[in-house]
Nanobody, 124 residues
């Protein structure tokens, strides 16, 4: 059974930075495409960033492009989300997810495995 565990969330002031980590166990992490998603109170879960199995391809939501960077370390079974220039509207629970086709993909329905989420709160 694949398990994904996120960490690194917290409270930060607007303009600050956070780095989220997601560590996988129980499956062939290096073959999975990975994604980060977020869900704010009262809103639907939305795509943030995705990365292919090799790390060679990435794709971002327009709202975070130029501020967030997704990366992975297959030797550590970990995917990261570096978040810079944070805004109050970035406040949400952030989830990592894995898709078995290995691609970078923005659609939620492609992802078979999900973490429990980590809270990010950006104060103004």
């Amino acid at each position: 059974q694949v398990q994904l565990v996120e960490s690194g969330g917290g409270l930060v002031q607007a303009g600050g930075s956070l780095r989220l980590s997601c560590t996988a166990s129980g499956g062939p992490f290096s073959t999975y495409g990975m994604g980060w998603f977020r869900q704010a109170p009262g809103k639907e879960r939305e795509f943030v960033a995705t990365i292919s199995w090799s790390g060679s391809s990435t794709y971002y939501a327009d709202s975070v492009k130029g501020r967030f960077t997704i990366s992975r370390d297959n030797a550590k079974n970990t995917v990261y989300l570096q978040m810079n220039s944070l805004k109050p509207e970035d406040t949400a629970v952030y989830y990592c997810a894995a898709n078995k086709n290995g691609r970078y993909y923005p659609g939620l329905n492609e992802y078979a495995y999900w973490g429990q989420g980590t809270q990010v709160t950006v104060s103004s």
